[in-house]
């Protein structure tokens, strides 16, 4: 298997693990705390997710094809933190909540290791099935 391969799977998994993580966190943050804790849990969800997107694309440039302007690089994460300090500064969204949605990257990065740790050194699971 190939480390490209072996890549887009992992990346794979990371991103259904974030959102699963992300769904659940909202559903959660509904019952618990009410809309505006969900709204935020899934905004910084949605931020992490195209964070997720934007890195893994800038591996796949770094891994054979042209590296990106570094100008293109702070424009990505300047668009981040311009729309998560626009959400936290004008909106009635709770930032603790905003940044917890932000951890799920994190939450579903830490999955894929343990997911790593079992089954690759293992070899018991096809990495195709998930």
């Given at each position: 298997m190939t480390d490209e391969l072996e890549f887009a799977r992992a990346?794979?998994?990371?991103?259904?693990?974030?959102?699963?993580?992300?769904?659940?966190?909202?559903?959660?943050?509904?019952?618990?705390?009410?809309?505006?804790?969900?709204?935020?849990?899934l905004a910084g969800s949605a931020i992490a997710w195209v964070n997720l997107r934007w890195l893994m694309r800038l591996v796949r440039k770094l891994g054979g094809q042209?590296?990106?302007?570094?100008?293109?690089?702070?424009?990505?994460?300047?668009?981040?933190?311009?729309?998560?300090?626009?959400?936290?500064?004008?909106?009635p969204?709770?930032?603790?909540?905003?940044?917890?949605?932000?951890?799920?990257?994190?939450?579903?990065v830490f999955v894929e290791i343990v997911f790593e740790l079992v089954y690759a050194r293992k070899r018991t699971l096809d990495h195709q099935d998930l």
């Open positions: 990346g794979l998994r990371i991103e259904r693990f974030l959102i699963s993580a992300a769904l659940a966190g909202t559903a959660l943050a509904a019952v618990a705390a009410g809309w505006k804790w969900a709204a935020g849990f042209a590296a990106p302007s570094s100008f293109s690089l702070a424009l990505r994460f300047f668009l981040l933190g311009g729309s998560a300090y626009a959400i936290l500064r004008f909106s969204i709770p930032a603790v909540a905003v940044i917890a949605g932000i951890f799920v990257l994190i939450a579903a």
